[in-house]
């Protein structure tokens, strides 16, 4: 799925971006919009959420995760990456569990790369 600026998805279940490369929802926002993931659930992706920073000033791009499940074959599950130093990227997750069943379970849950990218994660 590529969300896009002030978009949001809601209530339902998102599977099977496995194999080489496979992202379950990819957000690159260029501006101060932000992206919502709400009450969800998603398995069996390479990658659950991918998110991008493309903006040219020192705007912040955000996803936004609520009260979602992250279960599954995953390598990565979530990524955050700037691909311009003047903007901030934000990954916000609040109340979700992400759980690996079965092997090969993630090295890294978290690949951040880049200046201003950030992760926060609440209860």
Request: with cysteine; hydrophobic share 35%; glycine share 12%.
């Given at each position: 799925?590529?969300?896009?600026?002030?978009?949001?998805?809601?209530?339902?279940?998102?599977?099977?971006?496995?194999?080489?490369?496979?992202?379950?929802?990819?957000?690159?926002?260029?501006?101060?919009?932000?992206?919502?993931?709400?009450?969800?659930?998603?398995?069996?992706?390479?990658?659950?959420?991918?998110?991008?920073?493309?903006?040219?000033?020192?705007?912040?791009?955000?996803?936004?995760?609520?009260?979602?499940?992250?279960?599954?074959?995953?390598?990565?599950?979530?990524?955050?990456?700037?691909?311009?130093?003047?903007?901030s990227v934000q990954l916000i997750m609040l109340g979700c569990l992400q759980r690996s069943l079965f092997p090969p379970?993630?090295?890294?849950?978290?690949?951040?790369?880049?200046?201003?990218?950030?992760?926060?994660i609440s209860g």
């Amino acid at each position: 799925i590529n969300a896009k600026d002030n978009s949001s998805i809601s209530e339902c279940r998102i599977t099977g971006a496995n194999g080489s490369g496979g992202v379950g929802i990819y957000y690159e926002g260029n501006s101060t919009g932000r992206f919502i993931l709400n009450n969800c659930s998603m398995d069996n992706s390479e990658t659950h959420v991918s998110l991008y920073g493309t903006s040219a000033v020192s705007n912040a791009t955000s996803a936004i995760l609520q009260n979602c499940i992250f279960v599954g074959d995953t390598i990565t599950p979530f990524k955050v990456a700037n691909g311009d130093n003047a903007c901030s990227v934000q990954l916000i997750m609040l109340g979700c569990l992400q759980r690996s069943l079965f092997p090969p379970y993630p090295t890294t849950a978290f690949q951040m790369s880049g200046t201003g990218t950030t992760a926060i994660i609440s209860g």
